[in-house]
């Protein structure tokens, strides 16, 4: 059964996006704009994604860790507004099964897919990640080595409210829809790899239907600045963010998420 939404206020949200433009002399540009909206708060989550305890690359884990104080934060101040809370650290559901927030999930009814989906488009990212994308010179046999046995410990989990999945695209889909849930906000790494392309990723949630967005202050990229095109970190994630805007979903600020009440 649906949520009731009779008690749940909005969120307002400034939605950033970049559109391809022709100026008066034919001259093509990328332009950037942004929308004020409103999202009902009961029928938006927040998808914490692969904030693990660990990473195979040094610098990854050093960038979750300083993440994670106001990326928790943050989902704490979504939580109180009426959002629901995924925790998605991918290969460690082990840890979890007894976890009153994972069985929640697993409680839920599969609903079908829609059918026909569209194919999505394949267009490069704008940095080659292609050597696994970290900056701290690890050897290449440690290059995609599971090491993360669990979510971050600085992230909360409230086991009365939030729920906790693996890579489960279709079970997530399927606990939105029978939530009510239309609008899902994306917290967490790697922007370019796993908040992309997992099965809960923004192109397949997209894909499904569901109005997407990337917290672009919340998230990091696995880049190594020695690798085209030659940027700093800061910079290759920025240029995801950009292409995130460009071709797949709006970027928001947590501090342009605001509540607001009925």
């Not at 599969?110 to 999505?120: I, R, T, Y």
């Amino acid at each position: 059964m649906n949520r009731s939404k009779s008690n749940t206020g909005k969120i307002g949200l400034s939605l950033h996006t970049q559109k391809l433009a022709v100026r008066p002399d034919n001259r093509r540009v990328w332009e950037k704009s942004s929308e004020t909206v409103q999202w009902s708060a009961s029928e938006t989550a927040l998808l914490i994604s692969d904030m693990w305890d660990r990473h195979w690359s040094r610098g990854a884990t050093i960038r979750s860790a300083d993440m994670a104080p106001a990326l928790d934060a943050f989902v704490t101040r979504c939580r109180n507004a009426g959002i629901t809370i995924v925790h998605a650290p991918s290969d460690t559901m082990d840890f979890y099964a007894e976890s009153p927030a994972r069985l929640r999930l697993l409680a839920t009814e599969w609903v079908p897919v829609p059918e026909h989906l569209e194919k999505l488009p394949s267009i490069p990212l704008p940095i080659d990640d292609s050597d696994g994308g970290s900056d701290t010179g690890e050897p290449e046999a440690e290059v995609n080595k599971k090491v993360w046995t669990r979510q971050h410990s600085g992230i909360g989990i409230d086991e009365t409210r939030d729920i906790v999945a693996g890579d489960e695209g279709h079970l997530i889909y399927s606990y939105f829809q029978k939530q009510g849930i239309r609008y899902l906000l994306y917290v967490g790494v790697h922007a370019n790899m796993c908040i992309l392309n997992r099965t809960f990723g923004i192109k397949r949630m997209s894909k499904l239907g569901i109005s997407c967005a990337l917290v672009r202050d919340l998230t990091d990229a696995m880049y190594n600045p020695a690798r085209s095109p030659y940027v700093s970190h800061e910079e290759g994630t920025q240029l995801v963010v950009d292409y995130v805007e460009k071709f797949w979903c709006s970027s928001v600020s947590c501090n342009e998420i605001i509540p607001i009440s009925n």
